[in-house]
């Protein structure tokens, strides 16, 4: 039977491991849209809204592939946890591959779906 503290200690790490790919992303992003739609998606609370669910999200699924292993390595937690984002984000490039979703305003610097994710 899976304890408390497994459970916290398999989601903070996938977490953890998530909070630092997403910085990394974060950082990607800043180099690969505009300035205006970068202050955009900065200020937008969806997109705060999006990182921290998926950071929760790949907590959760650090603990559901290593619930029956109390003593998962921190690697192996934290791959889990960074793997979870990129299933998401695939799923999001396939659903939005032929429509642009476009948030905000119908301009050019209107945030899309995958700015959020990719």
Request: aromatic share 10%; glycine share 6%.
């Amino acid at each position: 039977m899976q304890s408390d503290s497994n459970f916290l200690h398999h989601f903070v790490v996938g977490a953890a491991a998530a909070s630092a790919f997403e910085l990394l992303k974060l950082y990607e992003l800043k180099h690969k849209l505009t300035n205006k739609k970068t202050t955009r998606l900065l200020h937008s609370g969806l997109f705060w809204i999006t990182v921290a669910g998926m950071i929760a999200a790949s907590g959760f699924f650090a603990w559901v592939f290593y619930a029956e292993r109390p003593h998962a390595t921190a690697a192996e937690l934290a791959l889990c946890g960074v793997a979870a984002r990129s299933l998401v984000r695939e799923a999001v490039a396939a659903l939005s591959v032929k429509q642009g979703v476009k948030l905000g305003d119908d301009g050019q610097e209107a945030l899309s779906l995958r700015d959020l994710f990719l």
